[in-house]
T-cell receptor, first 114, second 113 residues
Framework: DGGITQSPKYLFRKEGQNVTLSCEQN?????MYWYRQDPGQGLRLIYY???????QKGDIAEGYSVSREKKESFPLTVTSAQKNPTAFYLC?????????????FGPGTRLTVL | QQQVKQSPQSLIVQKGGISIINCAYE??????FPWYQQFPGKGPALLIA?????SEKKEGRFTISFNKSAKQFSLHIMDSQPGDSATYFC????????????FGKGTRLHILP
């Protein structure tokens, strides 16, 4: 079954700790994305990667970091510098071709900072 | 600056009624306008999408109406059902920016049984 997996589903972290959210896809997609979702705010882009070993900041990259060492994987680290990290985090992927455009989303990780 | 504005924030419709969600955009370079549906605790999924060379696209009970001159597009859900209760996001994409999609803030739709 092709798709995107995110783990864990729920994550709790103490203030001041870094935490890494996992995102894996087996759709053979070139592009991958991380979004943050807060109530009433829609989806805001944190980072995106259009090819392995390359990534760009989105609209709210401060306090986050990513890596793209493999095509299938795009982990997101929420650092202690992120002032308000409690949110629902969504990973997505797409073919990377302008003719396609559809983004496929994972089930999300809900991060709560205690 | 919010590039895609969506309204209303929330909507309550009787079962069997028509649900209408509206979006407006600023950037005339946008050439792809998808709608995503999201159920609580799940990731969004593509519902229907349109390109600006057509004024309407219909898939089952879901229709997108597109007005290029007004820079507006809307989602109509005919014969709304309780199972349609979800959050809906309109979005837009700029061909010069790869697959990046800009999302509206979402509409929480509740269909009364």
């Amino acid at each position: 079954d092709g798709g995107i997996t995110q783990s864990p589903k729920y994550l709790f972290r103490k203030e001041g700790q870094n935490v890494t959210l996992s995102c894996e896809q087996n759709l053979n997609h070139d592009a991958m994305y991380w979004y943050r979702q807060d109530p009433g705010q829609g989806l805001r882009l944190i980072y995106y990667s259009q090819i392995v070993n390359d990534f760009q900041k989105g609209d709210i990259a401060e306090g986050y970091s990513v890596s793209r060492e493999k095509k299938e994987s795009f982990p997101l680290t929420v650092t202690s510098a992120q002032k308000n990290p409690t949110a629902f985090y969504l990973c997505a992927s797409s073919t990377g071709a302008t003719s396609g455009r559809e983004q496929f989303f994972g089930p999300g990780t809900r991060l709560t900072v205690l | 600056q919010q590039q895609v504005k969506q309204s209303p924030q929330s909507l309550i419709v009787q079962k069997g009624g028509i649900s209408i969600i509206n979006c407006a955009y600023e950037n005339t370079a946008f050439d792809y306008f998808p709608w995503y549906q999201q159920f609580p605790g799940k990731g969004p999924a593509l519902l229907i999408a349109i390109r600006p060379d057509v004024s309407e696209k219909k898939e089952g009970r879901f229709t997108i109406s597109f007005n290029k001159s007004a820079k507006q597009f809307s989602l109509h859900i005919m014969d709304s059902q309780p199972g349609d209760s979800a959050t809906y996001f309109c979005a837009a994409s700029d061909p010069d920016k790869g697959d990046k999609i800009i999302f509206g803030k979402g509409t929480r739709l509740h269909i009364l049984p």
